[in-house]
């Protein structure tokens, strides 16, 4: 079973940046596709960006432009970096570990993945 850990939440405001991390326990950052979720209060998890195994990359509508998922395979870390942060960004971020090398069309599906961390809270106050 692979483990997660989520780091690098914290509160900012409006307009401000942060950078998420999520270290994998075994070589899974370079082997599968790995994608960010994130939960907010009496919602649904969604998916918010998804990396292959090449390297290729999905992202949720409403964050492209303004965050970038990127990992180290040696390190075998997972980021994100989100830039430009609105209030409703705010919300639980989690990473998910997929079982296949490619992010499919169902990415953003949260069903589609067994292994997820604990999670890491983000605020973004206006």
């Known amino acids: 079973q692979v483990q997660l850990v989520e780091s690098g939440g914290g509160s900012v405001q409006a307009g401000g940046s942060l950078r998420l991390s999520c270290a994998a326990s075994?070589?899974?950052?370079?082997?599968?596709?790995m994608v960010w979720f994130r939960q907010a209060p009496g919602k649904e998890r969604e998916g918010v960006a998804a990396?292959?195994?090449?390297?290729?990359?999905r992202y949720e509508e409403s964050v492209k432009g303004r965050f970038t998922i990127s990992k180290d395979n040696g390190k075998n870390i997972l980021y994100l970096q989100m830039s430009s942060l609105k209030p409703e960004d705010t919300a639980v971020y989690y990473c998910?570990?997929?079982?296949?090398?490619?992010?499919?069309?169902?990415?953003?599906?949260?069903?589609?993945?067994?292994?997820w961390g604990q999670g890491t809270q983000v605020t973004v106050s206006s």
């Open positions: 998910a570990a997929s079982s296949i090398p490619f992010c499919g069309g169902s990415w953003f599906w949260p069903d589609e993945y067994n292994n």
């Open positions: 075994i070589y899974t950052a370079s082997s599968v596709c």
């Open positions: 990396i292959a195994s090449d390297g290729s990359t």
